[in-house]
C-alpha cells in the first residue's frame, strides 16, 4: 500500500486544519488506518485510528473531542479534521494502515500497522 500525506501548513492557536492521506491500492476496504504524529525530539505518537469498515474510532487523549477521523472508501482517502489546534499539536503527522482481517483490533501502536506516509508538517503557532 502506497500512502501519500497532505494539507499539512502553518496556522494560529485556536484554528483549523484538515490533512489527508490518498491510499494506492485496491484494498482499502480491508485496512484498519491511523495518524501517528512525531514532534522534534519526541517519540512517534499515536494520534487517532479508524477500523476497515470505519465503525471503530479511537483518539489518543491529547486530542480527544478536538481532532475528528475519517474515511472515504469511494476516493480511498483517509482524513484527520483538527479544530481548536495548540501549539503542542505542531508536529509532522504521519498515515499509517494494515491490511486485517475485519475482526482485527485497532492498533495504537506504531508496530500494529505496516504501511507509512512520508508525513506532513503541521505548525501552530501561538
Known amino acids: 500500500v502506497q500512502l501519500q500525506a497532505s494539507g499539512g501548513g502553518l496556522v494560529q492557536a485556536g484554528g483549523s486544519l484538515r490533512v489527508s492521506c490518498a491510499a494506492s491500492t485496491f484494498t482499502f476496504s480491508r485496512l484498519n488506518m491511523a495518524w501517528f504524529r512525531q514532534a522534534p525530539g519526541k517519540e512517534r505518537e499515536f494520534v487517532a485510528g479508524?477500523?476497515?469498515?470505519?465503525?471503530?474510532?479511537y483518539y489518543g487523549d491529547p486530542v480527544k473531542g478536538r481532532f475528528t477521523i475519517s474515511r472515504d472508501s469511494d476516493k480511498k482517502m483517509l482524513y484527520l479534521q483538527m479544530n481548536s489546534l495548540k501549539p503542542e499539536d505542531t508536529a509532522v503527522y504521519y498515515c499509517?494502515?494494515?491490511?486485517?482481517?475485519?475482526?482485527?483490533?485497532?492498533?495504537?501502536?506504531?508496530?500494529?500497522?505496516?504501511?507509512w506516509g512520508q508525513g506532513t508538517q503541521v505548525t501552530v503557532s501561538s
Open positions: 479508524i477500523s476497515r469498515n470505519g465503525r471503530n474510532l
Open positions: 499509517a494502515a494494515k491490511n486485517v482481517i475485519l475482526t482485527a483490533p485497532l492498533g495504537t501502536r506504531r508496530e500494529d500497522y505496516t504501511d
